[in-house]
């Protein structure tokens, strides 16, 4: 019976493990090559640009109106 517990607890493991991956990977794709004939960004410049993307789509979520509950309309 133990066993039995042991072998569910390590399949759920492993299950976890390869959803994270998977997950990983969507998130974090394979670097694109550069261009031919552009420098290739640095790490400090890849940061900046993502940090200018993310405060620009925090920006326009805070444009969008809030929408009204059921009850208030």
Same mark, same amino acid.
């Given at each position: &019976?133990? =066993?039995? $517990?042991?072998?569910?607890?390590?399949?759920?493991?492993?299950?976890? $493990?390869?959803?994270?991956?998977? #997950? &990983?990977?969507?998130? &974090? !794709?394979?670097?694109?090559? !550069? +261009?031919? $004939?552009?420098?290739?960004?640095?790490?400090?410049? #890849? =940061?900046? #640009?993502?940090?200018? /993307?993310?405060? /620009? #789509? +925090?920006?326009?979520? &805070?444009? /969008?109106?809030? !929408?009204? !509950?059921?009850?208030?309309?």
């Amino acid at each position: &019976m133990r =066993s039995l $517990g042991l072998v569910g607890l390590v399949l759920a493991l492993v299950i976890v $493990g390869l959803l994270v991956k998977k #997950q &990983m990977n969507t998130l &974090m !794709p394979a670097a694109v090559p !550069p +261009v031919a $004939g552009a420098p290739a960004p640095n790490v400090r410049e #890849q =940061s900046q #640009q993502i940090q200018q /993307q993310v405060r /620009q #789509q +925090v920006e326009a979520a &805070m444009q /969008q109106p809030r !929408p009204l !509950p059921d009850d208030a309309k």
